[in-house]
């Protein structure tokens, strides 16, 4: 048939295309809404998530929780997807029922390392890596840190006072990432030498290597990527669509297929006893175990524990050195407390920082408002009723909680755009439990929750032993946010350094 009623076949085939694709996008829309349960209007392609792409995911949600409450589904392009604040349900979705919602999202990174790390697996994978790597997280383990993280403390410190000669404002949140990544300071340098005891040259190398390709990919195309990966992650997987650069994961696997070989080396009693080690062991020891993990999953977890391991507490740290200077009697306890701890234990280690209850409750507040994730989730295994409400979840639907919407919400955190480390001082008990998800909360919460607070209060502590942050004429009194999805990133903090007499 040349044509239907007059109209030609060229002008109704991409029409009858564009139809087929237009009802399979849209075939779930209504799907929430047909199950009683209150929806954010879908839009074509994107879902609820709208054309304002570049708006922060965290503040969208917020609107989204306090227009909708505690339960209420949106669309992630044409995939309904679950949102629950609900205490109760939390605690039964990320706890009680927990085998029912064990697994990630599928997401796939597009390249063969990270997609093998431990975040990505679920069942007996997920389970047998998780204990592999355990062990590399015990106070013993963090207490022979100690050393490294005094080292990269200092090179943090000198680097910083280094950069703010004559009184000069910088932008800490774009100092920190050049200077702590490419000039060694305590991110890069944490996730390096004091987990995996690499020789930092290498480290060095790949990052001032590949540094700018990467700042420059993230920025223009990073975010666009992601976002095409998690609205339509069947397509991703076919054409593998890589979120990160091959080839700097690459050039990082030779760095850690270098270390394996040198420590092949050395005698037992050299070998370090740190989380390469233990998984280079957990690998030889597997005769029993139902999944086989080789070279290349140790490689994985490497590489997946530096890319986590530097964002988090990065972040964290840009907002804490921010919020010390625009709340200078904050800054100021902290400091007593710095000089108490220096002159009662006779210096700053993983013991003596421990036991800083100010700083400790400084942290976990930062946290609170600026939580790094602004979303929790878990992907359902098999279909379940949720909680006690009626509602059976398909297998497949991905159960969401708005992070960074709960930890500002006024019913369990009074005045909550206000940074007050006596939320963590007082009585505990008084908090409401599963309101706050710094790190995540259940059996998949974050693994290297230890370290990364050691981490931020390490530098913390020392910073403050040598400096004050001051404001500065470009500084604001709340950090702007970065218009992105994901992560929770200022896009300036900008800051006076004042050195202590």
């Excluded at 002008?11 to 087929?20: Q, S």
């Excluded at 990065?314 to 000089?339: C, F, G, M, R």
């Excluded at 200022?490 to 350094?497: D, E, N």
Aim: glycine share 6%; net charge positive; charged share 25%.
């Amino acid at each position: 048939m040349m044509d239907f009623f007059g109209i030609p076949a060229y002008i109704l085939f991409p029409l009858g295309l564009f139809l087929a694709f237009y009802l399979y996008m849209t075939r779930n829309y209504g799907y929430w809404k047909n199950r009683g349960i209150p929806e954010v209007p879908p839009r074509f392609l994107v879902g609820s998530i709208g054309w304002n792409i570049k708006c922060h995911q965290g503040k969208q949600e917020q609107e989204w929780y306090n227009k909708y409450g505690k339960i209420f589904g949106i669309y992630e392009g044409p995939y309904p997807t679950l949102l629950i604040a609900d205490p109760e349900l939390i605690k039964a979705v990320f706890v009680k029922d927990f085998h029912y919602f064990s697994a990630q999202r599928n997401f796939r990174f597009g390249n063969r390392i990270l997609d093998r790390g431990v975040f990505m697996q679920t069942g007996e994978r997920w389970k047998q890596l998780r204990s592999m790597m355990s062990p590399s997280f015990t106070s013993g383990k963090l207490r022979l840190m100690d050393n490294s993280v005094d080292d990269c403390c200092q090179t943090f410190i000198n680097n910083i006072i280094e950069e703010s000669e004559g009184g000069k404002e910088v932008d800490i949140n774009k100092y920190k990432f050049e200077i702590s990544i490419e000039r060694s300071s305590s991110a890069a340098d944490f996730a390096s030498s004091s987990a995996l005891s690499f020789n930092l040259v290498p480290i060095r190398a790949f990052v001032q290597f590949k540094g700018n390709r990467v700042r420059r990919v993230s920025k223009v195309i990073l975010m666009y990527v992601i976002i095409f990966a998690v609205l339509f992650p069947a397509v991703a997987r076919l054409v593998r669509l890589a979120v990160f650069d091959p080839q700097s994961l690459d050039f990082f696997k030779l760095v850690i297929d270098d270390v394996i070989n040198k420590r092949k080396l050395l005698k037992k009693d050299e070998i370090p006893r740190d989380f390469l080690q233990l998984l280079l062991e957990a690998i030889e020891n597997q005769e029993n175990k139902t999944e086989k993990f080789d070279l290349e999953d140790v490689v994985s977890q490497c590489v997946t524990f530096f890319v986590a391991g530097y964002f988090g507490p990065t972040l964290t740290l840009s907002y804490s050195v921010h919020e010390l200077a625009v709340n200078p009697d904050i800054q100021e306890k902290l400091i007593n407390e710095v000089d108490e701890t220096i002159k009662k234990s006779g210096g700053l280690n993983y013991d003596s920082v421990s036991e800083m209850k100010y700083l400790n409750a400084f942290v976990q507040e930062v946290l609170r408002k600026y939580p790094p994730g602004v979303r929790l989730e878990r992907r359902v295994v098999e279909d379940h009723e949720l909680g006690d409400t009626g509602i059976v979840v398909e297998k497949g639907t991905i159960i969401g909680v708005p992070v960074y919407a709960l930890n500002h919400d006024p019913k369990y955190f009074p005045d909550p755009d206000k940074l007050d480390p006596e939320r963590f001082l007082s009585d505990k008990s008084n908090m409401l439990p599963f309101t706050n998800f710094s790190f995540g909360v259940g059996p998949r919460n974050c693994i290297g929750m230890r370290f990364a607070l050691m981490e931020v209060k390490m530098a913390l502590a020392k910073t403050l032993q040598h400096l004050r942050f001051k404001p500065g004429i470009n500084t604001k009194k709340e950090p702007e946010l970065l218009l992105a999805r994901g992560f929770n990133r200022p896009k300036h903090v900008y800051l006076k350094i004042e050195l202590r007499k």
